[in-house]
């Protein structure tokens, strides 16, 4: 007994354990694992474990033809679907120096604002769920249920589109889209001032989200943490601005920029991101020009040898197409530089010495989508 | 058949023939009313695991929120826990490094239990079937699957729909037999 | 800096780089032996600067493997693409920039996971998409894989 | 003093703050106007997808049991996943020139992921989308349709 009584105890405050978030976890937002070592409650170090939904796009990709190409990039971040094909459209594009038709460019920028005001509120919604306020959820997709409509309308899909090909769209847009979009544009202006009387300024939310996971400029830059999170750390690293595409450096935006670098910035840049989103689209949608929703393209398409790189400000960060083309009908090798992929880095190092529960508030503001990193 | 959902007749119903395979043979009045006052309470409150893996979780999200709203139906709460939950709908890919864990999570669910394959990666690997060296060609290699809902992704009505096959083929469940063991004849890959 | 003076620049700390044919950057093929001196410049360098690496790629040219860097610098605006490339199919290994730029932690795990490519000095080398017990680095291209690939 | 002040500012604030977020749901709860939930097999009748709606790939048959497809093999070449196979007999016609006719055109459902690229690319634009959603089946095999139906011919004029 007395030896028993003198064993030396290690207090639970020294002693680190492990714990395993995932890969079926309500907070991961799909099939991510994260390995916790945690002491007490405070996260020592988190270990990302992904591939639970690793397809082999990019393998798949090799034996592909440019436009079938488009419909598994689809697949990758479906939440900002048309964003993920603008991408190979203007690689395709570029690479073949086609022009397409002004018409094109303003439907598509439309469409991709659209997807991202999309995108954002179904990360609001689940945002919301994480930090306990499940009211967020119910009003976020209620809001973005008019956008699929407006997508449905159009090209027949609520989420995966495919809708954009190379050297335009599949088809034109449906004669009510103007109407539509405006009727929205105005509907969620009054939204969008519901979600921050709702989210806000909550005073919980706000004790759950300022100050915590925090991340200074130079690290997003060494830790490549682009798209509102990078912003979010008052990185300028909008795609839309640095290299513009289609007609972003026609209409005028501002680019969102908060400099605190915690959850709480970046919930807020994501905010008014909507409301830039929404701006654009109004500055575009009163002249859509008339005309072919489609350059003449060769049915079957051929890059030139060569490399090509293009990248695009998807709703998560930077998405980065890397092609080497051989000549031939299929790519010699594509890669996706995956926003999701490369922020999901970050999350180790802003998370150590946080609460476990914070963990969930720090991984749902960088905003993952799973099958964006593990492609 | 009196099997009905909600207002829907029978003949609005699609695979009614696999339907009647499934049927229950007979019994005494006495357990045939135990059978249906059983499978009513189940039918009407088969409670999801939160299970989703890609694209089509986000559709099956859409239907639990306000357009569609799961729970009229009695599917009331996502459960986080297998423990507590009744169906698994497996919405999205199945690639090999998950399947142990989709199994794993099918077996810790408690009996009675079903399984909901929605979208065409889940039925069939679908977009991935081919030149792919990680994907699980069908979840039906690995669990089996009660009710199968093409798409990519199914809209939020058609996994309402399916669902709804879900219940009707609850409604012909029985006591008197041990609910058939889904490996014989049911569990079969497809020649494709 | 205008790409001139980037090009004298990289060849006066590498003269063995090699400039290739691109359109969209400038390109440099590498010796592997010199990445890593090459890359610290790239970083350290108050006038070079280059502290964002945006992508970092594994390719298999058919009888070559290699990775692809792209790097750009975000206040000074100018980027670079550096190429290194191995015939050595069997044991294929580079300098790790982890130290660098901490973002290419996940990528070269990524290429070591589909490439085999193994990189030196790497923190924490290890498959972060496939199973630990997976054969094979199934990028490449002469993998084959009867059981699970079903060719259309 | 102050942290005395700031203690009752903050649950000021937070009740303020809770309120506000309240009010707002308890508008929608007093105002039935804004219900949005679809009561889906309930309103089956008047439930109307969009026109464009891609629900199920079809060949339309005209009534004289005619579809347009000739064959040809583009949208089985052309589909990402493998989803289309057209099985087509060559057969003699009287003049004695060889001409391909479809025998089955079978499509997996299960398969499709809804690209369009098929509808798109056919050159006598024999497929079509249907708007019907239903298809959730108990038996896999039930997904692998033949579109054209049996006894169908080809419309005359279409090479």
Not at chain 1, 92 to 102: F, I, R, T, Y
Not at chain 1, 207 to 230: C, F, M
Not at chain 2, 127 to 154: A, E, K, L, Q, W
Not at chain 4, 3 to 17: A, V
């Amino acid at each position: 007994m007395k030896e028993i009584i003198n064993l030396p105890v290690q207090s639970i405050e020294e002693e680190e354990y492990h714990i395993n978030m995932g890969p079926q976890h309500p907070s991961t937002h799909g099939v991510l694992r994260l390995v916790v070592t945690l002491q007490g409650e405070i996260v020592k170090k988190l270990q990302p474990h992904c591939g639970y939904i690793h397809r082999g796009i990019e393998k798949m990709c090799e034996k592909d033809t440019y436009q079938q190409i488009i419909h598994l990039t689809d697949r990758m971040d479906y939440l900002s679907a048309h964003i993920n094909n603008h991408a190979v459209c203007l690689l395709v594009e570029g690479a073949l120096e086609v022009e397409v038709p002004e018409r094109v460019k303003y439907i598509r920028t439309i469409l991709d604002e659209l997807n991202r005001i999309a995108s954002h509120q179904l990360w609001w919604s689940s945002f919301g769920m994480d930090l306990g306020g499940l009211t967020c959820f119910f009003y976020g997709l209620r809001d973005r249920e008019h956008i699929l409509d407006i997508f449905e309308e159009s090209f027949g899909s609520r989420l995966l589109h495919s809708y954009y090909t190379p050297g335009g769209l599949m088809r034109d847009v449906h004669p009510n889209f103007q109407k539509r979009v405006k009727d929205f544009l105005k509907y969620n202006r009054k939204k969008i001032k519901d979600y921050d009387r709702i989210l806000s300024g909550n005073v919980i939310f706000l004790e759950r989200s300022k100050g915590v996971g925090v991340l200074s400029k130079e690290l997003a830059i060494n830790y490549g943490v682009t798209g509102p999170s990078g912003r979010g750390s008052g990185w300028a690293c909008d795609i839309r601005k640095k290299h513009p595409y289609a007609m972003y450096d026609k209409v005028e935006f501002r680019e969102v920029l908060r400099h605190e670098g915690d959850t709480y910035s970046r919930y807020m840049v994501r905010i008014d991101e909507m409301r830039e989103s929404m701006n654009i689209i109004e500055q575009l949608i009163d002249n859509i020009p008339e005309g072919d929703f489609s350059a003449k393209m060769k049915p079957i398409i051929r890059l030139p040898e060569g490399e090509y790189y293009q990248c695009v400000e998807s709703a998560r960060g930077e998405l980065g197409i890397y092609c080497i083309s051989d000549g031939n009908k299929n790519p010699v090798r594509m890669k996706f530089r995956t926003p999701s992929f490369v922020n999901l880095g970050v999350l180790d190092k802003i998370s150590r010495e946080m609460k476990i529960a914070d963990l969930v508030a720090i991984g749902a503001s960088l905003d993952l989508v799973i099958p964006d990193i593990d492609r | 058949m009196g099997v009905r959902i909600k207002n829907m007749k029978y003949a609005d119903f699609q695979d009614n023939e696999t339907l009647e395979l499934f049927e229950k043979t007979g019994g005494n009045v006495m357990l045939t009313t135990i059978d249906d006052v059983i499978d009513w309470g189940r039918s009407n409150s088969i409670w999801p695991l939160t299970f989703a893996t890609s694209c089509c979780g986000i559709e099956m999200m859409a239907t639990g929120a306000s357009r569609h709203d799961f729970a009229r139906f009695g599917i009331e709460v996502y459960r986080a826990s297998p423990r507590q939950a009744d169906v698994i709908v497996v919405a999205g890919t199945i690639v090999n490094k998950m399947a142990p864990v989709l199994k794993r999570l099918y077996d810790q669910m408690s009996d009675p239990k079903y399984v909901i394959a929605m979208g065409a990666c889940a039925v069939s690997g679908g977009p991935f079937f081919y030149n792919t060296y990680h994907v699980i060609r069908g979840v039906d290699h690995v669990v089996p699957v009660d009710v199968y809902i093409p798409g990519c992704p199914p809209r939020p009505e058609a996994l309402l729909y399916g669902v709804m096959q879900l219940q009707r083929k609850i409604k012909l469940e029985t006591i008197a037999k041990e609910r058939k063991t889904k490996d014989d004849g049911r569990r079969r890959t497809i020649k494709l | 800096m205008d790409s001139e003076k980037l090009t004298d620049k990289i060849l006066e700390i590498v003269p063995e780089a090699q400039q290739e044919e691109n359109k969209q950057f400038l390109t440099f093929l590498i010796p592997p032996d010199k990445l890593k001196t090459l890359t610290t410049h790239l970083k350290e360098e108050k006038e070079l600067d280059f502290d964002y690496l945006f992508c970092l790629t594994g390719v298999d040219w058919g009888t070559e493997l290699g990775v692809v860097y792209h790097l750009t610098s975000t206040s000074l605006n100018h980027s670079v693409e550096l190429k290194v490339k191995t015939d050595n199919r069997e044991t294929p290994e580079f300098d790790t920039v982890t130290d660098l730029w901490m973002t290419a932690d996940f990528f070269e795990r990524e290429v070591w996971d589909l490439f085999g490519i193994r990189f030196t000095g790497h923190p924490d080398l290890r498959r972060i998409l496939l199973e630990e017990d997976w054969v094979g680095y199934p990028m490449r291209k002469d993998y084959t894989d009867e059981v699970n690939i079903v060719e259309l | 003093m102050n942290s005395f002040t700031k203690y009752f500012t903050d649950i000021f604030w937070g009740f303020r703050s809770l309120l506000i977020g309240m009010s707002v749901t308890g508008r929608y709860f007093f105002s039935p106007g804004q219900i949005v939930t679809q009561q889906y097999p309930e309103n089956r009748k008047k439930l109307k997808m969009f026109e464009r709606f891609k629900g199920d790939l079809i060949m339309p048959h005209d009534e004289h049991n005619q579809h347009r497809c000739t064959g040809c093999g583009i949208c089985e070449t052309n589909c990402p996943n493998g989803s289309i196979e057209v099985i087509s007999d060559r057969i003699e016609l009287p003049d004695g020139k060889k001409k391909r006719i479809i025998d089955k055109h079978i499509y997996h459902l299960s398969m499709c992921t809804f690209c369009s690229l098929c509808v798109k690319t056919c050159p006598s634009e024999a497929l079509d989308w249907d708007q019907t959603f239903e298809h959730a089946v108990f038996d896999r095999t039930k997904l692998t349709k033949i579109l054209n139906k049996p006894g169908s011919s080809i419309i005359k004029d279409i090479e």
